[in-house]
């Protein structure tokens, strides 16, 4: 079992920044940022892997980088010109790896951090 403790949440107009933090008791084979904004379901933002890879989705490619500090377990998400449309509840994401069926999928949430972008 993976804890995850989010941090960094807020409120912050439009075309603002904010950075989210994850401390994590361990990094897994993936690491990732989820949002689930009011009255929708869960939504994929980003992840990275070990050795530095990232995905992003489309809405936020250009605007959000996500980073980690394997000396610290930390996983970090700076998000820039924040819209209306990133207002959500942003959890952070470990994958559990199975070696015979070669997967790594996301497995573990954090209970995550509010952030709200008032227009």
């Known amino acids: 079992q993976v804890q995850l403790v989010e941090s960094g949440g807020g409120s912050v107009p439009a075309g603002g920044s904010l950075k989210l933090s994850c401390v994590a008791s361990?990094?897994?084979?993936?690491m990732g940022w989820y949002r689930q904004a009011p009255g929708k379901g869960r939504e994929f933002v980003s992840s990275?892997?070990?050795?530095?890879?990232?995905v992003y989705a489309d809405s936020v490619k250009g605007r959000f980088t996500i980073s980690q500090d394997n000396g610290k377990n930390t996983l970090y998400l700076l998000m820039d010109s924040l819209n209306s449309e990133d207002t959500a509840v942003y959890s952070c994401?470990?994958?559990?790896?199975?070696?015979?069926?070669?997967?790594?999928?996301?497995?573990?949430w954090g209970r995550g951090t509010r952030v709200t972008v008032s227009s």
């Open positions: 990275i892997s070990p050795d530095g890879v990232t």
């Open positions: 994401a470990a994958a559990k790896g199975n070696k015979i069926l070669r997967t790594c999928s996301f497995t573990y």
């Open positions: 361990e990094f897994s084979c993936k």
